[in-house]
């Protein structure tokens, strides 16, 4: 598959990168009691930190605010899912867990303090591009309602937007049914190439030790 940054971020953001990641022949299922502890271990702490402090205390927090405010996106308005996931659990509100995919998922996202999107591989057509939302698109997010996506960061596929940092979209959510997935990594401008790609490999190993099946991984930038 095909995925691409358009000109237009790469141009704002000189340094911007993802980690790309596909699985293949998967199990997806009620999640397990280590990641379930694990959660509730960082949802813990997290609200030991945040009881007197603010989450911009968290360097990936920070520096995705600031990402999001080069690309002309208002960080307080539409905030990057892994800074709701702080805010949340900082209110001492549960995560709750859904699956064993996407619990992982926020567990990634709280543990590297970036955001992530997991999608259903076999519901994405052609090839992909992260680019800004035009005027009029939109889609019905995982959050239950019709997401405008004018402006924002999206991924995008031959049928249109399917996921952002923000919020993905209900067509591609993975469930118990999902055999394949890909992953998107919204890593931190600052990150250098060998951490990501160490990051990227020790991501690959544990999703697959949970969930059975290949992996393949690889750097954008």
Known sequence: MNISIHQDIKKRVPDFKIGILTYKDIVVDESPKMLKGRLEFFQEKIQVDLENDSVTRYQGVKEWRKVFKTL???????RP???????KVGRKQKMGFINS????????????????????LDQLQDSIILRLGNEGESYKGLNGRENSLQGRLVSADAQGPFGSPIVDSARTKVDNTTANALHIAYLRPSMASAEANEMLSSLAKMFTQLHSGDAEWFLLE
């Open 81 to 87: 899912s892994h800074e709701a996931l702080f805010r």
């Open 72 to 78: 002309g996106i208002d960080p307080g308005r539409y």
């Open 101 to 120: 995919a996407v619990d992982l998922n926020n567990f990634f996202s709280l543990q590297y303090e970036i955001p992530f999107g997991i999608y259903n």
